[in-house]
């Protein structure tokens, strides 16, 4: 039976730990309502702290002096390190120590400073053990505290973001102090604060910043802050806490209580989104960002020009909304109107944006795109939207303040017209707002002091990590400063016998590449020492992960997906769960029967296109800028809020220009205007500024093996991971494609044919030519090292990228590997004695059954209508749905569906996708569109028209590369196809018209 410390461990981790908790920071501090849950469902009887108290004492050795209080507390921690999923069995005892550190603001019993007495006092200590009690304590503090924090690390925040490190220079009782600030109540008012104050999600600010941004809310009514918060603040000790806090929160924030606000205050969280793209071509995608949480597609109704225009929406990351899409909206519209509607049926969820002449976008790792700030922050990467009128005095103050190698972006196809883009704007200074031209005051940091970890390749999920296959640069930033240190520590101390890296830097600016520190998977510290200073004005944990390091799969079941014939007449396109004995599982075929069955592939002959369609008239969703407004004419009309007599006055006084929303804040108070007058102009001159390195091209090595870390997930995550390499939900889809069609994951679906799961597959080695292999299917950097160590010499291993997929390709004799068969499954690698290529073929049903087993529905709303032209392999303008064939349905966004003559009588369409419907349409019309390429062995499908599904896997693997994108030619190749292959996948792709 479990002992009362273990009942109470688990009912702690229900209640103070649960899912509800995802992604946000956690405390151990709960109040009277959890304490009761507490006690309930771990079974104590009488009052809920006292029964806590009590059974913590049971764990400690408080009364025989032959034993260290601490010692089975400290046996159970190392135990724990060895099972970090499981609970850790000192959670009662944290709760505990927590408390403790709250009451030394709670009561007036003991001097403000001493926690240990109040310890003492709950745990009942006898005064000759206390001495023994507090050195035992901070001899096993890291230890005890660290089992917390390696939990929630295991559980890759589901269970919510760790928060317990020292703070304020207290290496021990700093521990339990950083619990006991903030409760749940408390950070519904911080969310407000973020978001009145015009803060981004994730935004890192440093406390001796946001000290001064708190204040004029903690010292006035009403405030969004909570009453407790405001009580403490009065306590310079405890304000130190609140503002250590409050910074956590800001860093995990995901944007929540935005809501609250804009139902008031309609602008406030509504941002301007932008996707820069490379792929297909080099464009800008703006959108908008919407500050409500949406759980599924929803209507936002604008007002424009007095009629209302819906357009579809989708949820976004955090707890925001996006436009399903803007293809049909003008750039201008969402850059340069003033635009206000509502989201959803009725009036309770009201947005609104007015233009800026100037507006910076932040890069957001959430989102996957740039998202409009108010203003800019210190050392962060910002792209910069400006009128063209305002370029010459734009570019004056970037040449002034900003990191040099910045620049305009030109050649872009979707910049508004009379607007410009910069990219690679990091501000490392500015001048004080007094004397700045109001056009410019976005591009003055209100920060003084960052310490920002820029760059990498973000890794999604609850926890900020990076992949140390590319990690970040540590930029460090102090106004007025002679000197900085960027110090890296070993694990999530700072302390000098963990010292691994330092740079020294004169005057205001440090930066510190991580990349080639040779930096392992783990935590550290990065830490900013100003002008000699032996505590830190600021400090990051930095996570670093790879495939080395892969995540735990906490819901403790098998999520390996597979192709089974006995899961849906659709199976070739979606995989399932492995409930089914016969399956397509990555590079392998398991069990079943097959089809023999071939026709001889067509040679291949180019199509003659059809006139492309004429692009479609994009609207507007605002209002045009008055004649008169700022926007024409740079002149700002601000609006302050009235004095009143009885009025507090505060720190600062915002004015809000009545025509673009430009925010200005003012000196309200003598000391406020000397301390703006103090802030340094611009940074030291004599101190050279290092440029932003140069932008490499897509890395999509570090990519897949960010898809090797996280191992399976939604589509959300496999996005999160594809937008670091090109910010666009088209290339997000080829780049899933393409993992897809070489075997290295494999892909769940709905009836819509909308992903919902990816899993990576097991190891597996193919060949593909005599004496060549590729391995297909997951790996790791040590794993890579293993193979190496296992084939020596004789047999070489060549890491390459083709086609957006990591390639690794052994090449040695047959003979030779073979022999290595038993080593390698000890390796978790299977090696294949055969191609799978005409298995996975043989295995396929004809595309007329996965045709009719496609979702039905009735015709849906479109607003135009494209039919898909078989003998021209293109898309061309229809007026009617009333024929077979396959059409793509726009309405702001496009779905792509099929009809027979029997979705014809019944008045509905099949649903497909961009791929599938052409072939199907082909197929009907006895016109496949793949074709044998006699001279390169290769089949040919016109661009856009891939293979879907395992169909075009077969084809993959024969080579192990992906298909080719012969752009010049429109055409789509996969290579060293041999005919009896191809001729097997063609058969599949014939049948009658329906």
């Known amino acids: ?346 009036d309770n969820r009201p947005f609104a944006r007015r233009p800026r002449r100037v507006v910076p976008l932040r890069w957001d790792d959430l989102q996957g795109a740039y998202v409009e700030v108010e203003r800019v922050s210190l050392g962060e990467d910002t792209l910069v939207l400006a009128r063209a009128g305002a370029k010459a005095r734009v570019e004056a103050h970037l040449n002034s303040y900003a990191r040099p190698n910045w620049g305009e972006r030109s050649g872009l196809s979707g910049v508004p017209d009379g607007w410009l883009i910069y990219e690679h704007v990091q501000m490392v200074s500015g001048p004080t707002t007094s004397g700045t031209h109001l056009d410019l005051v976005p591009l003055v940091p209100r920060a003084r002091t960052s310490l920002t970890l820029r760059g990498g390749f973000v890794l999604p999920g609850l926890l900020r990590k990076w992949s140390s296959v590319e990690p970040p640069e540590a930029i460090g930033l102090a106004a007025g400063a002679s000197s900085i240190s960027l110090k890296v520590y070993d694990g999530t101390r700072v302390e000098s016998d963990h010292l691994l890296i330092q740079v020294d830097a004169e005057g205001e600016l440090a930066v510190l590449p991580l990349a080639g520190q040779d930096l392992a998977d783990g935590e550290f510290v990065v830490a900013m020492f100003v002008d000699g200073a032996r505590r830190p004005a600021s400090t990051a944990l930095l996570r670093l992960r790879s495939a080395d390091t892969p995540q735990f799969s906490v819901d403790d079941m098998d999520i390996r997906l597979v192709y089974s014939s006995g899961s849906s007449l659709t199976w070739p396109l979606s995989a399932g769960p492995a409930d089914w004995p016969v399956y397509v599982n990555g590079a392998r075929v398991v069990g079943g029967a097959v089809d023999s069955m071939t026709a001889a592939m067509s040679e291949y002959a180019p199509r003659v296109r059809a006139r492309p369609t004429e692009p479609p008239t994009r609207i507007s969703v605002g209002v045009a800028s008055a004649a008169d407004s700022c926007m024409t004419t740079g002149m700002h009309r601000f609006q302050f809020p009235p004095a009143t007599p009885d009025q507090r006055r505060q720190r600062t006084i915002e004015g809000e220009c009545v025509t673009c929303g430009l925010v200005k804040r003012s000196a309200g108070t003598p000391w406020a205007a000397r301390r703006r007058d103090e802030q340094p102009a611009r940074p030291n001159s004599s101190v050279e500024i290092p440029p932003i390195s140069d932008m490499e091209g897509p890395d999509f090595q570090v990519a897949f093996d960010a898809l090797n870390h996280v191992g399976h997930g939604s589509y959300a995550v496999f996005e999160r991971i594809a937008a670091q390499i090109e910010g666009s939900g088209l290339f997000a889809d080829s780049f899933l494609r393409r993992q897809e069609v070489i075997g290295h994951i494999d892909v769940a679906r709905d009836g819509w044919l909308e992903v919902t799961e990816w899993a990576v597959n097991s190891a597996t080695l193919i060949p593909t030519a005599p004496g060549c292999w590729i391995l297909v299917g997951a790996r790791s950097r040590k ?58 073929a043989a295995a396929l049903p004809p595309l007329g059954d996965v045709a009719a087993g496609l979702k039905r529905i009735v015709v849906p709303r479109y607003r135009s209508l494209e039919r898909w032209d078989t003998s021209s392999a293109s898309w061309e303008s229809a007026s009617s749905l009333a024929s077979v064939g396959a059409f793509r349905l726009k309405d702001f966004r496009s779905t792509y569906v099929v009809r027979s003559s029997e979705d014809i009588a019944n008045d509905t369409v099949a649903i497909g996708n961009a791929q599938l419907v052409k072939h199907v349409a082909n197929m009907w019309a006895a016109d496949p569109l793949a074709g044998y390429h006699s001279a390169s062995g290769s089949v040919v499908v016109p661009l856009g028209a891939d293979l879907p599904g395992l169909y075009g896997r077969a084809l993959a693997v024969c080579s192990g590369h992906a298909p080719r994108e012969l752009v010049n030619h429109r055409m789509l190749q996969y290579p060293s196809v041999p005919r009896h292959v191809a001729d097997a996948i063609f058969a599949r792709l014939t049948c009658e018209v329906p």
Request: aromatic share 6%; net charge negative; glycine share 6%.
């Open 1 to 346: 039976m479990p002992s009362a410390n273990e009942r109470a461990s688990e009912a702690i981790a229900d209640v103070l730990f649960d899912s509800s908790n995802a992604g946000r920071p956690v405390y151990t501090l709960g109040d009277a309502e959890q304490l009761d849950r507490i006690r309930a469902i771990a079974d104590l009887s009488g009052d809920a702290f006292e029964a806590l108290a009590e059974v913590v004492r049971t764990t400690l050795s408080l009364d025989d002096p032959r034993v260290a209080p601490f010692r089975l507390q400290a046996d159970l921690a190392e135990q724990h390190r060895a099972h970090p999923l499981e609970t850790p069995p000192g959670l009662p005892l944290l709760v505990i120590l927590t408390f403790a550190a709250e009451r030394m603001q709670a009561d007036h019993d003991f001097a403000a400073h001493n926690y240990y007495a109040r310890l003492h006092s709950i745990l009942r200590v006898p005064l000759e053990r206390q001495p023994r009690v507090e050195e035992d304590y901070r001899r096993h503090a890291q230890q005890i505290w660290g089992s917390l924090n390696a939990w929630l690390e295991a559980w890759e925040g589901e269970r919510g973001v760790p928060t317990a490190y020292a703070i304020g220079g207290h290496a021990f009782v700093g521990l339990p102090m950083s619990q006991a600030v903030v409760r749940q109540h408390d950070r519904i008012g911080l969310h407000e604060f973020f978001a009145l104050e015009g803060m981004s999600p994730g935004l890192r600010m440093a406390p001796s910043d946001m000290e001064p941004a708190m204040d004029p809310y903690a010292t006035t009514t009403p405030s969004p802050l909570s009453s407790n918060l405001r009580r403490l603040w009065i306590m310079p000790a405890a304000r130190d806490r609140i503002v250590e806090a409050a910074c956590l929160e800001l860093e995990a924030w995901d944007g929540s209580g935005q809501a609250t606000v804009a139902e008031l205050r309609p602008s406030t969280g509504t941002r301007l989104l932008a996707f820069l793209r490379t792929f297909p071509r080099r464009s800008i995608e703006f959108n908008l960002l919407l500050p409500y949480r949406s759980n599924g597609p929803e209507v936002a109704r604008f007002e424009a020009a007095g009629r209302e225009i819906p357009i579809p929406t989708i949820p976004a990351p955090g707890s925001a909304t996006r436009l399903a899409s803007t293809a049909e909206i003008n750039s201008e519209s969402l850059a340069e109107e003033s635009i206000a509607g509502k989201l959803g049926e009725g």
């Open 783 to 840: 794993l890579l090292q293993d193979l190496r160590a296992l084939f020596g010499d004789e047999i070489r291993l060549v890491e390459t990228v083709d086609a957006e997929t990591a390639r690794i390709e052994v090449q040695g004799d047959r003979s030779r590997v073979v022999l290595l068969k038993r080593e390698l499954a000890a390796m978790d690698v299977a090696l294949s004695d055969t191609s799978p290529a005409l298995a996975i």
